[in-house]
């Protein structure tokens, strides 16, 4: 039987924001194995941090990290701006971008990383991190983009410090890697930053998003009650146009309104390999309350 120390019931405590009593308890239970104890306390509902992880998380921040050729970028959620403020989830957020540079883009393997200085892993450290600020948290996505010889650059858009905002967004870029490569690459981040490119080319396109515009522009054309023959060429120029508003590579260039993406790259001898843009919160269902009726109901009004 493991000595439970009050050491140990401390910090899982503080771990969990479970009472005294339980975590000893817990402890007893799991002998004294700190996981199985955090795990005990969840199954019984005794865990802070196991109540609030249903609540939505839709907040947080995005952050950045980067290495010669490399470049990473996670999200991680909150459930209020005002923890994004937090120095201590400023300081998570900066130390697991930093280990994705070695984990990759399996969100899994990055929560099973070690996190540094704690004996713990990343998974742990936000229950943790849940415990001691008292909100829900979680790692939603990360990623990876590696150009050995060439740039891996990052854009965050309206940062609150280096490397940590609500918009971020990742480049690799093939090609000599010197300073006017690197230059270009936060240019091109910016661009995506501002103009939401869905594929980086024609080639790329998702093919059942292109069938569904064509459906659409063909019916629109249609109503025109022109000839099937202008109704195509109608249609030919639409999907132009849509490429122009989708594809990277098609658009036109943001820094000086005229240029397209592909003709400022290819003047500068490189090649986009791929780029990623992570909006904060984006896809996830945000939960809608009320405030005035919640105040009425619980005054029984």
């Given amino acids: ?161 280096p490397g940590l905002g609500k918009i971020g967004v990742i480049v690799g870029l093939s090609g000599k890697a010197d300073e006017a490569i690197e230059t270009l690459g936060r240019q091109i981040g910016m661009h995506v930053a501002a103009t939401r490119p869905e594929a980086l080319s024609i080639a790329e396109v998702d093919p059942a998003t292109l069938e569904r515009e064509k459906n659409v522009l063909s019916d629109q054309a249609r109503a025109s009650g022109k000839p099937e023959a202008i109704i195509e060429k109608m249609v030919e120029g639409r999907v132009k146009k849509f490429y122009e508003d989708v594809v990277l590579l098609e658009q036109v260039w943001v820094h000086d309104g005229e240029s397209k993406v592909k003709a400022v790259v290819e003047k500068a001898g490189a090649k986009i390999t791929r780029f990623v843009r992570f909006h904060l919160g984006e896809g996830i269902e945000k939960e809608v309350t009320d405030f005035a009726a919640e105040v009425a109901a619980a005054a029984g009004v």
């Fill in 1 to 161: 039987m493991a000595e439970i120390t009050a050491a140990l019931v401390k910090d899982l405590r503080e771990t969990t924001g479970a009472g005294m009593m339980d975590c000893k308890k817990a402890l007893v239970e799991s002998d004294g194995d700190i996981q199985g104890a955090i795990d005990w306390l969840r199954k019984k509902g005794l865990s802070a941090a196991a109540k609030k992880s249903g609540r939505v998380a839709s907040e947080g921040l995005v952050g950045v990290a980067m290495a010669p050729g490399k470049v990473a970028m996670v999200e991680i959620n909150a459930e209020t701006d005002f923890v994004a403020r937090n120095e201590a989830f400023q300081a998570f957020v900066e130390t697991v971008a930093k280990l994705a540079l070695e984990t990759g883009e399996d969100v899994e393997a990055l929560k099973a990383a070690a996190y540094p200085g704690t004996g713990r892993s990343v998974a742990e450290e936000i229950v943790h991190l849940v415990a001691t600020i008292g909100e829900n948290m979680t790692v939603r996505r990360v990623a990876v983009i590696e150009v050995p010889g060439g740039v891996a650059a990052a854009y965050i858009h309206g940062a609150l410090k």
